[in-house]
């Protein structure tokens, strides 16, 4: 059974700082593993979706690697500001038929004015 | 965004009451699923759909039902609700990429919180 984990659930940083999120996952046959982005009360919002057959993808001030050998991926911010405070999700897609995405519980971010 | 409403957004029932929450999507994707995210657990998957009338369950299905009669409606229902169901459902849609499914992005609704007394 896949199993993501996330450590740690929480991080708090100051403005400005450059930060790396971690995500693992036990089965590395996985079709692709995706980040989301959950602010309070709200759903999730996808912020970037790596095939595995890719070793990152970017958009803007986020970069997202997948080392599947190793079973992990990271999300860099860069520059960290007030507003990417929220809680980062991965998920991975495992292989095999009718596949569904496996979720990590979260990294609750804080990013400290 | 796939453009995906949910209703009710919130709602608060009593244990046994038979409850529906129903999800829109205007993207005209084919593959929608339920979630529950509960503290602890994460989310997890209820059902999913990958087309009209074809779905199959997910993790925790137990207690629920679905149902998919047009491709942008997917309705979840509790017949007899508990308080082990009171959480905050999601429903999401995906975006196949390359036409085989199941390998695509995946766009969440805002949610709807249930309450069960």
């Known amino acids: 059974k896949q199993e993501v984990t996330q450590i740690p659930a929480a991080l708090s940083v100051p403005e400005g700082e450059n930060l790396v999120l971690n995500c693992s996952f036990t089965d590395s046959a996985i079709y692709n593993l995706q980040w989301f982005r959950q602010d309070p009360g709200k759903g999730l919002t996808s912020l970037l979706l790596?095939?595995?057959?890719?070793r990152e993808q970017t958009s803007g001030r986020l970069n997202a690697s997948l080392d599947k050998s190793s079973g992990r991926s990271t999300l860099y911010i860069a520059a960290s500001q007030p507003g990417d405070s929220a809680t980062y999700l991965c998920?991975?897609?495992?292989?095999?038929?009718?596949?569904?995405?496996?979720f990590g519980k979260g990294i609750t971010l804080s990013v400290r004015p | 965004d796939a453009g995906i409403t949910q209703s009710p957004r919130h709602k608060v029932t009593e244990t046994g009451t038979p409850v529906t929450l129903r999800c829109h999507q205007t993207?005209?994707?084919?593959?929608m699923y339920w979630y529950r995210q509960d503290p602890g657990h994460g989310l997890r998957l209820i059902h999913y759909?990958?087309?009209?009338?074809?779905?199959d369950k997910g993790e925790v299905s137990d207690g629920y039902s679905v149902s998919r009669s047009k491709t942008e409606d997917f309705l979840l229902t509790l017949e007899s609700a508990t308080s082990s169901q009171t959480s905050v459902y999601f429903c999401a849609t995906e975006m196949v990429l390359g036409g085989q499914g199941f390998d695509g992005e995946l766009f969440f609704g805002e949610g709807s919180r249930l309450t069960v007394l």
């Open positions: 759909s990958y087309g009209v009338k074809d779905t």
């Open positions: 998920a991975v897609r495992h292989g095999g038929a009718n596949s569904k995405l496996t």
């Open positions: 790596i095939q595995s057959s890719q």
């Open positions: 993207e005209n994707h084919r593959y």
